[in-house]
């Protein structure tokens, strides 16, 4: 493990420079396949699993072959492909046009208060994003974002990667016809650092790193290829110097070169793991407004890259989420996945002079809470004053 190279530095010193990447070592991984077995899947297109959601729901109400399912997702997302999509996630997409509804009027109103909506690998303007769609759909249209957030799908593969108590959070970004593509990248934690911050982190982080967040985009329109749909170079997660290798010319000429597309239909859902190296892609349509509501979802364990003040999101779907189990619209299964969507599901950190754990090893999380509260059919006052309680509990 402290073999000397040339010169008297370490193979651990070396692994720590950008110049130590090797084009033929990450060659050398995309081409090792391999050999999982992939027995949900309906399909294979480019070497990525395509799962067709129409049969799927059997699968997610049975304990134990739902966790077989999950655990081929994470097989695919670690060691396979690194991507993978849903198609007809949503088999029902009025959920998705109300949304659609919904973000378009958000992009008018910021418009208009001069918001301009920077991007990580495009130029401000380029296009319209919506920072923090998770919160701002919530609190404009609480029932929308009940009905949207619901899909047992997309909260099933966020916890076959995640575990539970993951985070959710959204950007909703739309390409409009000439929009550029980006350039290759992997994603956020170390995705979104410097060659010399990512450099300073140890060669296990860069490994932990793809652990703490799940990428995800729910179609919002047809994406035809012409329209760009991400672009996605498989098996590429797997290269441990990949942090530090994805800026380099020759890394994203073989990415250009070996990349990927598949066609997306409105309310098919693409996951995949953050350190795939990805691109979207140039809209050369004349029609098309490609949009997408990306799910960056983080793991309990992890820092989300957005705020989002899920107690007033709590406070928002709270009735809404009452009236639907009154009434059957919800099946305690959507009620779950609701909540995963919108409370805190990890009790730490917490203030534990004023939030000591009661009768176990933590205090209550805030999905608890919500999920108590819908248990007992509190009103809605009651359920207010306990979030706001128990924030003042986790506050300094």
């Not at 396979?80 to 008018?108: C, H, M, S, W, Y």
Request: charged share 20%.
């Amino acid at each position: 493990m402290n073999a000397t190279k040339q010169g008297g530095e370490t193979l651990a010193e070396y692994w720590y420079r950008e110049s130590g990447c090797s084009l033929e070592a990450f060659s050398d991984q995309l081409r090792k396949k391999p050999d999982l077995e992939l027995r949900f899947a309906a399909k294979t297109e480019c070497e990525i699993p395509i799962y067709d959601c129409h049969g799927l729901g059997e699968v997610l109400a049975d304990p134990v072959r739902k966790q077989t399912l999950q655990a081929e997702w994470a097989n695919v997302l670690l060691d396979g492909a690194g991507v993978l999509i849903l198609k007809n996630a949503f088999q029902d997409t009025a959920p998705v046009d109300e949304a659609t509804r919904v973000f378009e009027e958000i992009i008018r109103q910021e418009r208009e208060s001069g918001t301009h909506g920077a991007d990580h690998f495009a130029k401000a303007g380029a296009n319209d994003r919506i920072w923090n769609a998770q919160q701002k759909l919530c609190l404009q249209a609480p029932s929308v974002f009940v009905r949207y957030f619901s899909n047992a799908f997309i909260a099933s593969v966020a916890h076959a990667w995640l575990g539970p108590g993951f985070q959710m959070t959204s950007q909703v970004n739309v390409v409009r016809p000439g929009g550029e593509a980006q350039q290759a990248h992997r994603d956020y934690h170390l995705g979104f650092q410097t060659v010399e911050e990512a450099q300073r982190f140890p060669a296990h982080v860069h490994t932990m790193s793809p652990f703490l967040t799940l990428q995800g985009a729910v179609a919002h329109s047809d994406m035809p290829v012409e329209s760009g749909p991400t672009k996605l170079l498989p098996f590429s997660q797997r290269y441990a110097q990949g942090y530090l290798a994805w800026r380099r010319p020759d890394f994203r000429n073989f990415f250009e070169a070996h990349c990927v597309q598949l066609p997306l239909a409105k309310g098919d859902a693409l996951f995949f793991n953050p350190a795939l190296f990805h691109a979207a892609g140039a809209n050369r349509t004349s029609d098309v407004q490609r949009m997408a509501n990306l799910l960056q979802i983080s793991s309990a364990y992890g820092r989300a890259m957005e705020s989002v003040d899920r107690t007033r999101m709590c406070e928002a779907v709270y009735p809404i989420l009452l009236e639907y189990k009154a009434n059957g619209q919800l099946t305690a299964t959507d009620i779950d996945s609701v909540i995963a969507s919108t409370a805190e599901g990890y009790a730490f950190p917490t203030n534990l002079d004023r939030d000591p754990p009661a009768g176990g090893l933590a205090p209550a999380s805030q999905q608890a809470l919500l999920r108590r509260a819908l248990d007992e059919t509190w009103p809605q006052s009651m359920l207010c004053e306990a979030l706001q309680l128990q924030a003042w509990k986790r506050s300094s």
